[in-house]
Nanobody
């Protein structure tokens, strides 16, 4: 059973930075795409950032220029560096791993593996 586990959430002030990490227990990491989604109370889960098996990245519009996703293949970990945090970034952040290598496979794929999420709270 493959698991992904997030860490690094917390409560910060607007303008601060925070770094999230996600580690997978899966045998395969290289060759898979991974990413972050977030869900605020009463809202749908939305895409934040993704990284493919060649380390190409993609970001949601609201976080472009402020968030940076990266991967460490030997450690089977991805990170999300979040800078210039805003109140609207408050949400539960979920890590997801696809068994495929492209970012589009992070969407609507029934066999993706999701973490339990980590809470990020930004006070204004």
């Amino acid at each position: 059973q493959v698991e992904v586990v997030e860490s690094g959430g917390g409560s910060v002030r607007a303008g601060d930075s925070l770094k999230l990490s996600c580690t997978t227990s899966g045998t395969f990491f290289t060759g898979t795409a991974m990413g972050w989604f977030r869900q605020a109370p009463g809202k749908e889960r939305v895409f934040v950032a993704g990284i493919d098996d060649s380390s190409r990245t993609q970001y949601g519009e609201s976080v472009k220029g402020r968030f940076t996703i990266s991967r460490d293949d030997p450690e089977k970990t991805i990170s999300l560096q979040m800078d210039s945090l805003k109140f609207d970034d408050t949400a539960r952040y979920f890590c997801v791993q696809s068994k495929y290598g492209t970012i589009d496979r992070l969407f609507h794929q029934a066999d993706n593996v999701w973490g339990q999420g980590t809470q990020v709270t930004v006070s204004s």
